[in-house]
Nanobody
Framework: QVQLVESGGGLVQAGGSLRLSCAAS????????MGWFRQAPGKEREFVAV????????SYADFVKGRSTISRDNAKNTVYLQMNSLKPEDTAVYYC???????????????WGQGTQVTVSS
């Protein structure tokens, strides 16, 4: 079992930045690829970014490329999502997830956090 707890969400003005964190406990953190997803009101949950076990490989959804950076610190059992140039359409609940493979497919992730709200005002 892996327990995931997100933090760092909040209210920010358009153009601002936030850094989300996801702290993991339980089984070895470095054994998992880590992903970030988001769900806006009335919409399905969607992929944002993923990072490989070592951190050497990353992949991003087109809508965050160039604006966000995913990273991890395996010594601290934590994955981060740095988001810059935030837009009102980035408003959503952001979830981190742990899985066996590097993928954008939600169903491939076995463990999920409870989510953290990000609200971007115009």
């Amino acid at each position: 079992q892996v327990q995931l707890v997100e933090s760092g969400g909040g209210l920010v003005q358009a153009g601002g930045s936030l850094r989300l964190s996801c702290a993991a406990s339980g089984r070895t953190f470095s054994s998992y690829a880590m992903g970030w997803f988001r769900q806006a009101p009335g919409k399905e949950r969607e992929f944002v970014a993923v990072i490989s076990r070592s951190g050497a490989g990353t992949s991003y959804a087109d809508f965050v490329k160039g604006r966000s950076t995913i990273s991890r610190d395996n010594a601290k059992n934590t994955v981060y999502l740095q988001m810059n140039s935030l837009k009102p359409e980035d408003t959503a609940v952001y979830y981190c997830a742990a899985g066996e493979v590097v993928t954008d497919k939600e169903k491939s992730y076995a463990y999920w956090g409870q989510g953290t709200q990000v609200t971007v005002s115009s």
